[in-house]
């Protein structure tokens, strides 16, 4: 995987970063690990981002619920 592109690997991957642009590229479903609970976030990492700095309205959770 360390020799393939990110977007060429056919297996699963857990990505740590902060850079919005990398996650934009390789990323296909976006977990948050916050508070003690980890959750599925159901935008893209631009609508993340945009909640992050406050931006985002929005009707309902954008978390997807989990046990």
């Known amino acids: 995987c360390v020799l393939m592109s ?11 970063s ?16 916050a508070d003690g ?5 159901e935008g893209d990492i631009q609508g993340y981002k945009a909640y992050l700095k406050g931006d985002l ?3 309902g959770d954008m978390f997807t619920k989990t046990r």
Do not use: C
């Open 6 to 16: 990110p977007t060429e690997w056919d297996g699963g991957m857990v990505l740590v």
């Open 18 to 33: 902060h850079d919005f642009r990398l996650i934009s590229q390789v990323a296909k479903e976006i977990w948050v690990v």
């Open 37 to 41: 609970t980890i959750k599925r976030w």
């Open 57 to 59: 309205k929005t009707k």
